[in-house]
């Protein structure tokens, strides 16, 4: 399973991705734009999730749009859930240690994607054919 290190191992081996902070959490960023970032439940949210709250650490990220958000919780509710809080946003909570390496790598990404500038997200897609 996944831990910070590959979060942070993946991430940075993306182009033009900086680790950084937001929120005083752990944050990467590609350009000035955010897709990863550490997203600790609070109170509220810990009541909204109720027994269904995650132990462990909690991963943001963004995604394409709500319809991959709710497919993705839908495909897979063990390790990606929402919370009120991101309700019309496209972002997905991931449960960190529940996510395989490889399977956080293409969701790495794919939100790196959303969020990188056409030219350098082309330049990526042509490198990897």
């Known amino acids: 399973m996944a831990s910070w ?8 081996a993306l182009p033009e991705t900086v680790e950084a902070t937001s929120y005083g959490q752990r944050a990467w960023k590609v350009t000035t734009k955010g897709f990863l970032w ?3 439940l609070r109170p509220a949210d810990l009541d909204a999730l109720g027994d269904a ?9 963004r995604v394409a749009d709500v319809g991959v958000k709710a497919a993705l919780i839908a495909d897979n509710p063990e390790i990606y859930f929402t919370i009120p809080h991101f309700d019309g946003y496209p972002a997905v909570l991931v449960h960190l240690y529940r996510i395989g390496v490889a399977e956080l790598a293409e969701l790495a990404e794919e939100a790196w994607l959303t969020r990188a500038p056409k030219r350098l997200a082309q330049r990526l897609l042509a490198d990897r054919g």
């Open 5 to 12: 290190e590959d979060v942070s191992r993946i991430a940075l």
């Open 53 to 61: 709250a995650p132990d462990g650490p909690v991963l943001g990220v």
């Open 38 to 40: 550490e997203r600790p």
